[in-house]
């Protein structure tokens, strides 16, 4: 599955036309991470003297820990962008994993594995457009348990 987000021909016409985009790079294209950091360890070991670089830090108490993160390059507003992306990231991937057990699928085949998470995450966005004040696991269950709810969570209506 492509995503729009990362596709190299959408990065390019952000760029080309003078835009900013945060891309979330990951472990599963090796080659490319491996650039990335051979890129900043050389930044960082001169302190960015050879490139335009701003930094900014954030401390933050979560979840019974402290965290501290520097951000390199441009700063806050790179800092800003990163967060919002890891909110909904990790918000999403939480309620995948809970309510879905996804990390535990067993689907080899791609297509089959791809589309099963669309459905997954399509049936997160319903259950959360669901006017009822219960949890997603809690109209999840309801969905299963009366056809009409179920009607309702399909049909965008409710109470």
């Given amino acids: 599955m492509r995503r729009a987000g990362c596709q ?3 990065a ?14 990951k472990d599963n294209q090796p080659k490319l991470h491996e650039e990335i950091h051979a890129f900043f360890s ?15 830090e954030t401390k933050e ?6 965290e501290y993160r520097s951000y390199y390059l441009s700063g806050e507003r790179f800092a800003q962008a990163v ?5 909904v990231e990790n918000s ?3 309620l995948l994993d809970v309510i879905y057990n996804e990390d535990q699928s ?11 998470a669309w459905l997954r995450r399509l049936a997160i966005v319903l259950l959360k457009q669901h006017p009822s004040n219960h949890s ?11 056809p009409e709810f179920m009607t309702e969570v399909l049909a965008g209506t409710g109470v």
């Fill in 136 to 146: 997603i696991k809690g109209k999840q269950q309801m969905a299963g348990w009366s």
């Fill in 42 to 56: 050389k930044q960082l070991e001169d302190d960015c003297a050879s490139v335009e670089c701003r930094r900014a």
């Fill in 12 to 25: 390019q016409k952000i760029v080309a036309e003078k835009g900013d985009y945060v891309l979330a790079l």
């Fill in 8 to 10: 190299r021909e959408i």
């Fill in 92 to 94: 999403l991937h939480w």
């Fill in 83 to 87: 967060r919002s992306h890891w909110v």
């Fill in 61 to 66: 108490k979560s979840h019974g820990r402290e």
């Fill in 106 to 116: 067993h689907a080899r085949d791609r297509h089959l594995a791809d589309n099963l």
